[in-house]
């Protein structure tokens, strides 16, 4: 049973450390995209990527916030420095090709920032 | 710009009861819609999509129908079950790239 897996799952820290996300999509999609959830905001798409390469980071805070593949197998978000109101659960998400919208999401990575 | 509007919840059901969570949405051209629900502590899952007008999309004794003329994919469950509880999502995806925009959420609580 294919599934996108997250790491960590949950996350306190304190405001100024840097916090690191990983995400391990499903074999063979090529599209991943990282959101952010949070009850006032609902749920933000903050960046998203094509056979590895960013295709639309738009929704993302530039100055602290940042998203690679390294390779198909990972994909990571960094947060330096962290701050309180980044506390959110953020997801992981990868679709098929063919079909980007059909998209399966991991579990999500509840970060805390005090 | 795109936008999608789902009726506010919570929606409080008995279980066998009929239900419906309107969804709404503006958009240029002929979008696909969906509807993903999510869980409790978990992350969002597809329940069904249609991709163009008259579509009906349906899963799980779900069902929502594409209404170009309204503007609408309505989301509707005969009976519904305790275990239906949980958040529903509508979404739209205008140009086939997977950047989905998402409803706000609504709340489904089914008692028994």
């Known amino acids: 049973d294919a599934r996108v897996t997250q790491t960590p799952r949950h996350k306190v820290t304190e405001m100024g450390q840097e916090v690191t996300m990983r995400c391990q999509p499903i074999?063979?999609?090529?599209?991943v995209f990282w959101y952010r959830q949070t009850m006032m905001q609902g749920l933000e798409l903050l960046a998203y990527?094509?056979?590895?390469?960013?295709?639309?980071d738009s929704g993302m805070p530039k100055d602290r916030f940042s998203a690679e593949m390294p390779d198909a197998t990972l994909a990571t978000l960094k947060i330096q420095p962290s701050e309180p109101r980044d506390s959110a659960v953020y997801f992981c998400a990868s679709g098929p090709g063919q079909s980007p919208s059909e998209q399966f999401f991991g579990p999500g990575t509840r970060l805390t920032v005090l | 710009g795109n936008s999608v509007t789902q009726m506010e919840g919570p929606v409080t059901l008995s279980e066998e009861a009929f239900l419906t969570i309107n969804c709404t949405y503006t958009?240029?051209?002929?979008?696909?819609l969906f509807w993903y629900v999510q869980y409790p502590g978990e992350g969002l899952q597809l329940l069904l999509k249609a991709t163009k007008a008259d579509d009906k999309g349906s899963n799980k004794g779900f069902e929502a129908t594409y209404r170009k003329e309204t503007t609408s994919f309505h989301l509707e469950k005969g009976s519904v079950q305790v275990s239906d509880s949980a958040v529903y999502f509508c979404?739209?995806?205008?140009?086939?790239?997977?950047?989905?925009?998402f409803g706000q959420g609504t709340t489904l609580q089914v008692k028994p």
């Open positions: 979404a739209l995806d205008s140009s086939n790239t997977g950047k989905l925009i």
């Open positions: 990527f094509r056979n590895r390469a960013p295709l639309d």
């Open positions: 958009a240029t051209g002929y979008p696909s």
């Open positions: 074999l063979g999609h090529n599209t």
